[in-house]
């Protein structure tokens, strides 16, 4: 009750730094709409004059918020050893850094390198399962774990329809229900008692070899204790095993956690932490959600084939990366969309006389990539522009998508013939017949005739200058100010002009403009929950043991579920959107549980969070060495009347690790007046509480 009480008090001081309404009305040309914050928001204002360049310390943070998800104790002094500009050059080179570390983790996600056919092989849905029963599909023959599996679900879904073909059964009372379940946890625990007394090497082919109803009821019932030794001892493809084998039938919702689970752990682990926050920024920008049809299974391909690779290249490159993806044209139906005169609407070129059938344009990709990926909703086009652009990208498809096939240019499928779009004709070739030439003309390649025609199309969005600005002005909104200044947006959109759209060039000119550098746009961004959740772990240096635990925070209790916005404008970026008593309760309420050690198993210390402060942070250990030489350290006992007690050391060190300057007047009181009523004299417990009001106070808040 009393953590209840504490983070809502928090929540009371600090949400109306976030419902401030502010007096000048908003721009109605300064942001597309689809991206427009519904109300502005005031965010406490810096004690030192706006337009005051930041110092080289002040930078070296600055560049840490907003390029990584937070800096872990000492990355500002190594940024400062390094200096912040070579340190900003590594990170734009990010296959030069070593990331071994966490790649050893992601080994524990095999699904995040397979094809979207062999991740649906892999973890079948119910379809899949159906067609093995109906004759339809072949059992996987070379691979006995994998044969295991399709047992099982075959098993399943054959208890299944038995069921439904004897309705006229009674169904099972509450007391036979028990029964049976006592008898499969009965069972359980002798398969594990039988598994453990087997070397390591063979327990999953003894499992393999049991009946497929005693593999059932071990996989659903086993001792929590004895699962998680069994599971640290299988191999990576051994868990995926036995996960395979548990629920209902279809077990394709594993692609979606360990997809998810990696996300986490690369934020938090990650040594190429500029590769992983523009993985996230262009995944948002290009949003597609996994729980449409069959994107369960491409949407890991989607952030590692197209997303990725191209995160920090040009901007065209990452265009067509995702045009050309099967998780785009799904989600936005685009393989859905048939040209009105085209020989798979019935019409025969040959035959003047032949009459369509009823397939039509499906727009919706084609709007989506001008709206919201390219010119922006301002940028110029009408909605002819829309229809003729979705009638150019016609016959860009998928191959088998409800089996994992790859992308596919259909030539039934395209529209044929010029085009007149955007003040531009372009023919099936991909000529430009009318219209400025672009000065970067597209690279067709060795590509079939209709499709060129849309390479042409998605090479002039790319260079257009709409483009350019509307790309700018979403970079600077991520990156400096929830309303950029125009100033960087122009420096931003000239270079991208200049560079055919070189995104680390359009990066540099960002960093390197006088508002990225002053105190105007410091501290300014209110974190995302994702980017709180992980600044959170790595400010304290805590490893994530339980990251399915923080994917379920994140969807549930934080309202940001990854891989999982609907809509295609992705996660909005804005403050308006992420601050309000209800969202920093949810925030505060896991501040409060981690650094007490009651968030899903994990491990916390706060003694140590202050001892890696005191090592490596260069202020803390000053305030640290001036305090000590007056009097010993005590953080569980405050010196009564004197404002240098223990604690308000701890407090002084702790804030310049956690937060990497000081906290305001209001959060200090509100800190001291806690720990005041603190009734434990235990200098653990005061550490843990005082981490956990720096990790929930508006200044953690921000980035």
Do not use: C
Not at 497 to 512: C, E, F, N, P, Y
């Amino acid at each position: 009750m009393r953590a209840v009480i504490r983070v809502m008090s928090i929540a009371l001081l600090v949400a109306p730094m976030y419902a401030q309404q502010s007096d000048q009305a908003p721009d109605p040309s300064a942001a597309p709409a689809a991206h427009k914050a519904t109300a502005q928001l005031k965010l406490p204002p810096s004690k030192i004059a706006p337009k005051v360049p930041l110092t080289p310390r002040e930078r070296a943070v600055q560049l840490l918020n907003r390029f990584t998800y937070g800096p872990r104790p000492g990355d500002v002094e190594k940024v400062l050893t390094l200096g912040a500009d070579k340190w900003f050059e590594q990170q734009l080179n990010p296959a030069a850094i070593d990331d071994s570390a966490l790649n050893k983790r992601l080994a524990d996600y095999p699904t995040l390198n397979l094809s979207p056919e062999k991740a649906l092989t892999v973890f079948p849905d119910r379809g899949v399962i159906q067609q093995v029963v109906d004759g339809k599909r072949p059992f996987p023959a070379d691979d006995p774990r994998l044969q295991s599996v399709y047992d099982v679900q075959v098993y399943k879904l054959q208890q299944e329809q038995e069921k439904i073909r004897h309705t006229d059964q009674p169904a099972p009372t509450d007391e036979e229900i028990a029964t049976q379940k006592k008898i499969d946890q009965a069972t359980a625990a002798r398969i594990a008692g039988e598994l453990f007394a087997l070397p390591k090497k063979e327990r999953m082919a003894a499992l393999n070899a049991m009946p497929v109803p005693d593999r059932i009821a071990f996989a659903g019932n086993a001792p929590g204790d004895q699962r998680n030794i069994l599971n640290n001892d299988f191999s990576p493809r051994e868990r995926e095993t036995l996960f395979a084998m548990q629920g209902g039938v279809g077990s394709s919702y594993r692609i979606y956690d360990e997809l998810a689970q990696a996300r986490i752990l690369r934020s938090v682990l990650s040594e190429r932490q500029l590769q992983e926050v523009m993985t996230d920024f262009w995944f948002n920008h290009f949003n597609v959600f996994f729980s449409k049809d069959s994107d369960q299974w491409y949407t890991a391909a989607f952030e590692r084939d197209a997303i990725r690779p191209h995160a920090l290249g040009k901007f065209r490159d990452i265009l067509l990366a995702t045009a050309e993806s099967p998780a785009m044209m799904v989600y936005l139906d685009n393989w859905l969309s048939i040209g009105p005169k085209s020989v798979a609407n019935g019409v025969d070129p040959k035959n003047p006389n032949s009459k369509p059938g009823n397939h039509g344009l499906n727009e919706n990709y084609g709007r989506e990539v001008m709206e919201l990926h390219t010119v922006g909703v301002n940028g110029g086009y009408t909605q002819a522009d829309v229809t003729h652009l979705s009638a150019i990208l016609t016959g860009w498809g998928v191959d088998r998508p409800n089996q994992g096939g790859p992308f596919l240019f259909d030539p039934k499928k395209h529209e044929p013939g010029p085009k007149d779009w955007f003040g531009y004709t372009i023919d099936d070739q991909g000529k430009i017949l009318a219209g400025p030439q672009p000065t970067f003309p597209p690279a067709l390649g060795n590509v079939p005739d209709g499709m060129k025609q849309g390479l042409a199309a998605l090479t002039l969005l790319a260079n257009a200058p709409q483009t350019a600005h509307f790309i700018s002005f979403m970079l600077a909104q991520r990156f400096v100010d929830d309303e950029p200044p125009p100033a960087v947006v122009d420096k931003m959109t000239a270079t991208y002009l200049s560079t055919d759209g070189d995104i680390k060039a359009v990066l540099r000119a960002m960093i390197q403009s006088p508002e990225f550098n002053s105190h105007r746009y410091f501290r300014n961004k209110v974190k995302m929950p994702n980017e709180f959740l992980a600044s959170a772990f790595r400010a304290t240096a805590t490893d994530p043991q339980n990251p399915g635990a923080l994917v379920n925070l994140l969807a549930n209790a934080l309202g940001q579920p990854l891989y999982k916005k609907l809509e295609p404008t992705g996660y909005y970026v804005t403050a308006d959107h992420w601050m309000n008593t209800q969202a920093l309760l949810a925030r505060l309420n896991f501040a409060d549980q981690l650094t007490h050690n009651h968030f899903a198993n994990q491990k916390f210390d706060a003694s140590r969070v202050l001892a890696l402060s005191l090592m490596t942070d260069r202020d803390a250990n000053i305030a640290y060495r001036e305090f000590a030489k007056a009097r010993p350290i005590d953080v569980s006992t405050p010196v009564p009347g004197t404002p240098n007690s223990g604690q308000d050391v701890a407090l002084r060190v702790l804030e310049g690790s956690l937060i990497g300057g000081e906290i305001s007047s209001a959060t200090s009181a509100f800190i001291h007046s806690q720990m005041a009523e603190q009734t434990t004299a235990n200098s653990t417990d005061t550490l843990n509480l005082l981490t956990a009001l720096l990790l929930g106070s508006p200044e953690f808040q921000l980035r």
